[in-house]
C-alpha cells in the first residue's frame, strides 16, 4: 500500500481470500447460512488505485476485466457512495481495478475489492482504521467484506460478521486453481443437501504445515459437494490437485469454483501451477500472508 504526497491518491492490493475450511453450521429466519470457517489470505490479488475526482468512476483493466460488472451497482463504486454517505465525505473518487483474480469463484472477488476501496478511503479521508464506520459499511456490502477489510487470517462466525483473530500460518506455500466456471454463491448454497456441520474451531496459534494438514483433514468445505453437482469442473480439479507432487491438501474456497492445494514448497506449488494451467485452468501460485 503506499500514499502519494497529500493524501490524493492511494494504490494497494486486494489479495485473494481463502477458506481452508467451511461449515455450514445452520441457518437464519431470513435464509442466510451460520459459518464456521477459518479465512486465510493468500499473497495472489487484484490492485487498486484510489484518486480524488469530480465524480465517481471505475476503470476496469487486466485478465478477468471483462467479467466484472460494470456501472453504478459495481460493489466498488457502492462501497465509495456509503462510506461517503456514511461520513459526509464527497464521493468523488476515481477507481482503476486491475482485475488479475477470477470473478464469482469464491476468493473474494468483488468482496475483496469493495474492502480494498474502503482501506483506501480511509487513508485519502483520514479515519482510524478501527472506525465503526468503516466496519458496519463493510457488513452492508455482503458477508465476505468485513474479513476482507481486516485482511488477517480469521475465525469467521455468524455470517461472515464474527470475526476473532486466526493462527499465524504466513509463508504456506498455495496453488489457486479456478476451472473458468463462474459459480453463484445463492445457488451453491440452495443446492446444499443435508444437515449441518459442528463447529471446528481448534486451539493451536501456530501450527506447521503437518500439524495444519492433520487438523484440516477431518474439516472440510460443506459446499465442495454441492457445487461439484452444479459445475462437475470442481471435483477434477480437486482430484488433480491432490496428485500433483508436494501437494499436501486440496480443498474448494468459498462457494467455489476456485480450488487450492497446500504445498511442500514454492517450487513444487509452481511446477503444480504450470501443470494445471495446461488444462486450460487459472492456476496461481503464492504463499498465504
Ligand atoms: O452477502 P453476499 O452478497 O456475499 O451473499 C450472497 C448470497 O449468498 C446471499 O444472498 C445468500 O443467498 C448466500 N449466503 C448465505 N449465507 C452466508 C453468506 C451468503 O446464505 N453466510
Given at each position: 500500500?503506499?500514499?502519494?504526497?497529500?493524501?490524493?491518491?492511494?494504490?494497494?492490493?486486494?489479495?485473494?481470500?481463502?477458506n481452508?475450511?467451511?461449515?455450514?453450521?445452520?441457518?437464519?429466519?431470513?435464509?442466510?447460512?451460520?459459518?464456521?470457517?477459518?479465512?486465510?489470505?493468500?499473497?495472489?490479488?487484484?490492485?487498486?488505485?484510489?484518486?480524488?475526482?469530480?465524480a465517481?468512476?471505475?476503470?476496469?483493466?487486466?485478465?478477468?476485466?471483462?467479467?466484472?460488472?460494470?456501472?453504478?451497482?459495481?460493489?466498488?463504486?457502492?462501497?465509495?457512495?456509503?462510506?461517503?454517505?456514511a461520513?459526509?465525505?464527497?464521493?468523488?473518487?476515481?477507481?482503476?481495478?486491475?482485475?488479475?483474480?477470477?470473478?464469482?469463484?469464491?476468493?473474494?472477488?468483488?468482496?475483496?475489492?469493495?474492502?480494498?476501496?474502503?482501506?483506501?478511503?480511509?487513508?485519502?479521508?483520514?479515519?482510524?482504521?478501527?472506525?465503526?464506520?468503516?466496519?458496519?459499511?463493510?457488513?452492508?456490502?455482503?458477508?465476505?467484506v468485513p474479513?476482507?477489510?481486516d485482511?488477517?487470517?480469521?475465525?469467521?462466525?455468524?455470517?461472515?460478521?464474527?470475526?476473532?483473530?486466526?493462527?499465524?500460518?504466513?509463508?504456506?506455500?498455495?496453488?489457486?486453481?479456478?476451472?473458468?466456471?463462474?459459480?453463484?454463491?445463492?445457488?451453491?448454497?440452495?443446492?446444499?443437501?443435508?444437515?449441518?456441520?459442528?463447529?471446528?474451531?481448534?486451539?493451536?496459534?501456530?501450527?506447521?504445515?503437518?500439524?495444519?494438514?492433520?487438523?484440516?483433514?477431518?474439516?472440510?468445505?460443506?459446499?465442495?459437494?454441492?457445487?461439484?453437482?452444479?459445475?462437475?469442473?470442481?471435483?477434477?480439479?480437486?482430484?488433480?490437485?491432490?496428485?500433483q507432487?508436494?501437494?499436501?491438501?486440496?480443498?474448494?474456497?468459498?462457494?467455489?469454483?476456485?480450488?487450492?492445494?497446500?504445498?511442500?514448497?514454492?517450487?513444487?506449488?509452481?511446477?503444480?501451477?504450470?501443470?494445471?494451467?495446461?488444462?486450460?485452468?487459472?492456476?496461481?501460485?503464492?504463499?498465504?500472508?
Open positions: 500500500m503506499s500514499m502519494a504526497q497529500g493524501g490524493e491518491v492511494w494504490s494497494g492490493t486486494a489479495p485473494a481470500k481463502v481452508l475450511y467451511l461449515h455450514v453450521v445452520g441457518k437464519r429466519d431470513d435464509g442466510y447460512h451460520l459459518l464456521d470457517s477459518l479465512v486465510v489470505f493468500a499473497d495472489v490479488s487484484d490492485a487498486l488505485t484510489l484518486a480524488r475526482a469530480d465517481p468512476s471505475l476503470a476496469v483493466s487486466g485478465p478477468f476485466a471483462g467479467a466484472v460488472p460494470a456501472g453504478d451497482d459495481n460493489l466498488v463504486l457502492r462501497a465509495v457512495r456509503r462510506l461517503a454517505a461520513t459526509g465525505h464527497p464521493d468523488g473518487i476515481a477507481i482503476t481495478l486491475d482485475k488479475r483474480l477470477p470473478v464469482a469463484a469464491g476468493i473474494g472477488g468483488g468482496s475483496a475489492d469493495a474492502a480494498a476501496v474502503l482501506r483506501g478511503l480511509a487513508r485519502i479521508w483520514d479515519l482510524a482504521a478501527d472506525d465503526p464506520r468503516l466496519r458496519e459499511v463493510a457488513a452492508g456490502l455482503g458477508a465476505d474479513v476482507c477489510l485482511g488477517r487470517t480469521a475465525w469467521l462466525g455468524g455470517v461472515g460478521e464474527r470475526l476473532d483473530p486466526g493462527p499465524d500460518l504466513a509463508g504456506i506455500p498455495i496453488l489457486l486453481v479456478n476451472p473458468g466456471v463462474p459459480l453463484s454463491t445463492p445457488a451453491v448454497f440452495k443446492a446444499r443437501q443435508g444437515g449441518f456441520s459442528p463447529e471446528a474451531r481448534f486451539a493451536e496459534a501456530r501450527p506447521g504445515l503437518d500439524r495444519l494438514c492433520r487438523l484440516l483433514a477431518d474439516r472440510g468445505n460443506d459446499l465442495a459437494e454441492p457445487a461439484g453437482r452444479l459445475v462437475p469442473a470442481v471435483t477434477e480439479v480437486l482430484a488433480a490437485l491432490a496428485a507432487p508436494g501437494c499436501r491438501l486440496s480443498r474448494m474456497s468459498g462457494s467455489g469454483a476456485t480450488c487450492f492445494g497446500l504445498f511442500d514448497s514454492p517450487a513444487a506449488a509452481r511446477a503444480a501451477a504450470s501443470v494445471l494451467a495446461g488444462h486450460g485452468w487459472w492456476a496461481a501460485a503464492g504463499a498465504l500472508l
